[in-house]
């Protein structure tokens, strides 16, 4: 599917998210990452970057099930604006330290000198957008 | 198990957090909570409250496996800092209104009129800490 403008303009050229994945024994693993939106295809993706691998790569190679959670920083009237994501994602090798550099520059600045130039190709996490939650103006 | 005095920092009086649970089909549900913490007993215990049932109240009866995080607002190197909790939960009837005053007050401010005075006595899901990680002073 794809994601409205107001979903898009959350993520923006890319966003600190939680990444929830499944543990082999069912049980929730979390971690926090860079996300970027790839709106380039028929169906809208959730791509994030990883040097190694990490648990989260090989729990998606378990199970492909993964949850994506965005806070917006501005307060509403009882809780934070939220865009939350449930989707099913596949492992892609090589790509990280592109995405990451691109990511590296909109989130930390130009200078950040992350990641190094020796860094290994990692892994790419390519989410498919199943359902759209949350609360702001990118639900209903 | 305890939380070190950066982590209970972290949480202060009331934070912000993504509450993982597990959906009955054993995917990943998230939503963002207040979280409290409750240090009084042997062990530390995170506190929501929610006014009605919710799918994660119903979730936490049929799995009781959740994850909690918290993001810091300071940025760091390369990612923001952030409090990682696993733990198992339990939902207890009624109290609901009283800690999401407590919370309202420190959260929104003294003022916020939340939540409103005919709110229903609703539940508490208290998590007990099994297992901290994350990035930041209160891993290691």
Do not use: C, Q
């Amino acid at each position: 599917m794809k994601l409205n403008d107001a979903a898009r303009d959350l993520i923006g050229a890319g966003a600190d998210a939680t990444l929830v994945t499944i543990n082999p024994d069912g049980s929730p693993h979390v971690s926090v990452v860079w996300v970027a939106l790839d709106h380039t295809g028929a169906d809208d993706e959730l791509v994030t970057a990883h040097l190694s691998e990490h648990k989260k790569v090989r729990n998606v190679r378990g199970d492909d099930r993964v949850a994506i959670t965005i806070v917006a920083t501005a307060v509403n009237k009882e809780l934070r604006p939220y865009l939350s994501i449930t989707g099913t994602a596949r492992i892609v090798d090589g790509g990280a330290p592109e995405l990451l550099g691109d990511l590296a520059a909109v989130l930390l600045g130009p200078d950040s000198g992350f990641p190094p130039a020796d860094a290994p190709p990692g892994y790419l996490t390519r989410i498919r957008i199943e359902k759209v939650g949350g609360v702001g103006p990118w639900v209903g």
